[in-house]
């Protein structure tokens, strides 16, 4: 597609469910981004992967918190035992190698209940 | 770790106004860019900034990457009503390897 494309777009979930986030990146932009978005605050970043390896995932709160990139194309952010903390807007953000002109999907907006 | 401070945190103007805002840092920044994020999306790239004192435009916006390399603004002139939105401030981490994003500056414009 010409853009970053994110599913669900909403998501509610009971606590202590699992979730899972995904992310189509632009094609052939090999570096894909995680980040979080609090309702009013700035964007937290969560994990960096470069292809299929995640070089940097210190941004990643808990153990609960994973993600997988697979055929360094699609990505998938998984949250496991959710917690009301956990509600937020998860972006996701894809790049040509070190190009600080992310491009930027519509996010997808968790709501735990 | 670095952090970037937005200034205002928002701005209530009247469509026809000039808006400024900036964004500052303990730490040097070799890179500067300004995002903004319209209601429900995510943000969009408005510019990017590589070199010490430059100064960019964009239509209406202009950005300025400060001598220091601390520091930066953006400025908005004749404000109309879909310059609403949150406008981001961020830089590189020293890895190079991500963006670091100020906590925005929301913009509000009565018509």
């Known amino acids: 597609g010409a853009g970053v494309s994110q599913s669900p777009s909403n998501k509610v979930t009971e606590k202590g469910k699992d979730v899972e986030l995904r992310c189509d990146p632009i094609?052939?932009?090999?570096?894909l981004y995680w980040y979080r978005q609090s309702l009013g605050q700035g964007l937290e970043f969560l994990i960096y992967f470069q292809g299929n390896s995640a070089p940097d995932k210190s941004g990643l709160p808990s153990d609960r918190f994973s993600a997988e990139r697979t055929g360094g194309s699609v990505s998938t952010l998984t949250i496991q035992r959710t917690q009301q903390e956990d509600s937020a807007v998860y972006l996701c953000?894809?790049?040509?190698?070190?190009?600080?002109?992310?491009?930027f999907g519509s996010g997808t907006r968790l709501t735990v209940v | 770790g670095q952090q970037l401070n937005q200034s205002p945190q928002s701005m209530f103007i009247q469509e026809g106004e000039d808006v400024s805002m900036n964004c500052t840092s303990s730490?040097?920044?070799?890179?500067w860019l300004w995002y903004k994020q319209d209601p429900g999306e995510g943000p969009v790239l408005l510019i990017a900034l590589y070199k010490a004192g430059e100064l960019t435009s964009n239509g209406r916006l202009t950005a300025q990457f400060g001598i220091t390399r601390k520091d930066s603004f953006l400025n908005i002139s004749a404000s109309i009503p879909s310059d609403v939105g949150i406008y981001f401030c961020?830089?590189?981490?020293?890895?190079?390897?991500?963006?670091?994003f100020g906590g925005g500056t929301r913009l509000m414009v009565k018509p």
């Open positions: 961020a830089g590189p981490n020293n890895a190079g390897n991500m963006l670091t």
């Open positions: 953000a894809s790049s040509p190698d070190r190009n600080y002109g992310y491009t």
């Open positions: 730490s040097i920044f070799n890179t």
């Open positions: 094609s052939g932009h090999t570096a």
